[in-house]
């Protein structure tokens, strides 16, 4: 179809049986407009009036998309009839038929009966039914518009909903790993008092059997304790130090204690006995699941940078840092406690001793961090 000079797509279906109201008092014209709309599949229902028309909005099952009224009409005119018809049917679109060129109905048609268009008398019927068709269409992309926006607030009402179950389910789940965290952190506390617990225990045993080093465990794992602070080694490390330092002569358990009470020098027989300390203490503890390599470093705790040390003559960076560290710490001690066999050295003697065999007995680094430590306190007391 050609209106306007422009090309006019018709044919393009609709999507739905649209209903349309047309009001006229002269038959001639609703005839009209029937013959006009024959063709085409629309729901047309005509009346004489406006009051027949607003009549017809009220009791109608099936709403109206067009709405079509003459002017000039006796008893109630278009606009009048508008003025109710855009309650009844907001969304439909609303087309007046005008006589003549009465500008002021058509601006009170706009105003007051919310007209969308006027066609005036005599019209082109093609023109008349392409704006039909255009107004139906806008009608359905309104309604179109509408359900998707209520689609749309729908989706974002549930999206709403699943969003707070979504926090909700979050913020218990964060509330019950901090409830889970506490607990293991008050079991893995209660873990670690329970291996403190053991330590010393198994500390004093072997006190009992040699009244004379009472106490040397604690003090060794003190001073050790501060080296390897003084070293800035991790917490772990430190843990592994203090646990082994402590326990570090539990193999003495396999020594009879005539041999560690001797007040005399031993004999060579004896000093080989002793020297079995180190790995009965890793028989005895390696079984043990201690979250550090705790049998292991007491294993080493006499071996020497040199490998002049036992058991195995293991060398430098072969022997564990913490049982370097151990080691160092363990001479300090015993040198500066009495033994049955001699009297106190004294710390001072015991600096002398560690200083003169630096770097070739004892690691340099273990030295250097005992001596800063020594400076700061000469009893290495914590
Ligand atoms: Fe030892």
């Not at 109201?21 to 609703?30: G, K």
């Not at 359900?147 to 989706?155: P, Q």
């Given at each position: ?57 009220r ?40 006589g003549?060129?009465d ?38 992309i ?94 772990d ?35 080989e ?62 040198m ?47």
């Amino acid at each position: 179809m050609h209106v306007a000079g422009k090309d006019i797509e018709l044919s393009k279906s609709l999507k739905y049986k649209h209903s349309i109201l047309i009001v006229d008092d002269e038959d001639s014209i609703l005839n009209a407009f029937k013959r006009m709309l024959a063709d085409e599949e629309y729901d047309v229902h005509t009346v004489n009036n406006g009051l027949e028309g607003l009549y017809n909005l009220r009791t109608t099952k099936n709403p109206y998309s067009l709405i079509i009224s003459d002017q000039r009409m006796p008893e109630m005119s278009g606009v009048q009839f508008f003025a109710q018809a855009k309650d009844l049917f907001p969304d439909a679109v609303r087309i007046l038929l005008t006589g003549y060129a009465d500008s002021g109905a058509i601006i009170d048609a706009i105003n007051k009966g919310g007209v969308h268009l006027y066609f005036t008398k005599p019209w082109r019927e093609e023109e008349v039914l392409l704006h039909i068709k255009q107004s139906l269409s806008k009608v359905e992309i309104l309604a179109e518009n509408k359900r998707l926006i209520e689609l749309i607030k729908t989706k974002n009402k549930e999206l709403m909903e699943l969003n707070k179950t979504l926090e909700k389910k979050a913020h218990d789940r964060t509330n019950d790993l901090l409830a889970q965290t506490e607990k293991l952190k008050d079991s893995y506390k209660r873990s670690q008092l329970i291996l403190d617990g053991i330590v010393k225990t198994l500390s004093k045993i072997v006190e009992t059997r040699d009244p004379y080093t009472s106490g040397h465990e604690d003090q060794v794992a003190k001073i050790a304790c501060r080296i390897a602070k003084e070293m800035k080694l991790t917490e772990d490390q430190v843990s592994s130090i203090h646990i082994a330092a402590t326990l570090h002569d539990i193999g003495k358990i396999s020594v009879p204690s005539e041999i560690l009470t001797k007040p005399s020098i031993l004999s060579n027989l004896e000093r080989e006995i002793i020297k079995t300390h180190c790995k009965v203490a890793n028989d005895i503890l390696v079984n043990i699941e201690f979250p550090y390599p705790v049998a292991e470093i007491i294993y080493q705790h006499h071996e020497r940078m040199d490998g002049s040390g036992y058991p195995r003559g293991l060398k430098g960076e072969d022997i564990a840092l913490e049982a370097r560290i151990i080691g160092v710490a363990d001479v300090i001690d015993a040198m500066a406690s009495y033994r049955p066999y001699r009297p106190a050295l004294g710390v001072d003697a015991a600096i002398e001793e560690i200083v003169k065999f630096r770097g070739v007995t004892y690691d340099s680094s273990v030295v250097d961090a005992c001596l800063k430590v020594y400076k700061q306190d000469a009893y290495f007391q914590v």
